[in-house]
């Protein structure tokens, strides 16, 4: 089992992006899931979560305003929308969310997708 993600890619600044994370070989469990991010030299950092199953959200200052993070239940898949793009936004985003295993929640890393916004 894993998580996947995908949509990253090469953007001019001002530009959008939308980025997805699915899970493979299972299904999302409960609890938060959400998008990390590191630049090189930086360390990893928060940028949008659901707290819990519903609807509540936290955002890191950097994007509020600009990326939205979203989620299909149907399609078992967890979105990160992100526009007004700059070039402080370049790095390896991660996806982290609880997968179904053996009955439980385990959380989960994806490998993580390389997000370049040229100026």
């Known amino acids: 089992v894993k998580v996947v993600e995908s949509g990253g890619g090469l953007v001019q600044a001002g530009g959008s992006l939308r980025l997805s994370c699915a899970p493979s070989?299972?299904?999302?469990?409960?609890?938060?899931m959400g998008w990390y991010r590191q630049a090189p030299g930086n360390e990893r950092e928060l940028v949008a979560v659901?707290?819990?199953?519903?609807?509540?959200?936290n955002y890191a200052d950097f994007v509020k305003g600009r990326f939205t993070i979203s989620r299909d239940n149907a399609k078992n898949t967890l979105y990160l929308h992100m526009n007004s793009l700059n070039p402080e936004d370049t790095a390896v985003y991660y996806c982290?969310?609880?997968?179904?295993?053996?009955?439980?929640?385990?959380?989960?890393w994806g490998q993580g997708t390389q997000v370049t916004v040229s100026s």
């Open positions: 070989g299972t299904t999302f469990s409960i609890g938060a």
């Open positions: 659901f707290i819990n199953d519903g609807d509540r959200t």
């Open positions: 982290n969310a609880p997968l179904l295993v053996r009955g439980r929640p385990v959380w989960y």
